[in-house]
């Protein structure tokens, strides 16, 4: 059983930076994993997932954010620079198995941590 917990959100000024770690127990090591975001009202949306065939990332994200991982400490990270008002949201780390293509879907995703907040202000 695979279980994800997030860490490093916080509360920064727009243009500052923050780095999310998500700790994974279980087997993880080849999956699929991504991060999401959701704001308060708004859906689920996927920003950047990362496979051993790399990494995709949301427009809104693309060159300011960066996923990476550590196999050796089963862990995911996401670093965000240049942070915007509209980055703001609660933070999820996710995962799901092989053989299936890698995409920002929520839906497509069978394992989600507890999520971290990040406030942005302005």
């Known amino acids: 059983q695979v279980q994800l917990v997030e860490s490093g959100g916080d509360s920064v000024q727009a243009g500052g930076s923050l780095r999310l770690s998500c700790a994974a127990s279980g087997y993880t090591y080849d999956y699929c994993m991504g991060w999401f975001r959701q704001a308060p009202g708004g859906e689920r949306e996927g920003i950047a997932v990362?496979?051993?065939?790399?990494?995709t990332y949301a427009d809104s994200v693309k060159g300011r954010f960066t996923i990476s991982r550590d196999t050796t400490k089963n862990t995911l990270y996401l670093q965000m620079n240049s942070l915007k008002p509209e980055d703001a949201a609660r933070y999820y780390c996710?995962?799901?198995?092989?053989?299936?293509?890698?995409?920002?879907?929520?839906?497509?995703?069978?394992?989600w941590g507890q999520g971290t907040q990040v406030t942005v202000s302005s």
């Open positions: 990362i496979s051993d065939l790399g990494s």
């Open positions: 996710a995962a799901r198995g092989v053989g299936w293509t890698c995409r920002l879907r929520a839906s497509e995703f069978g394992y």
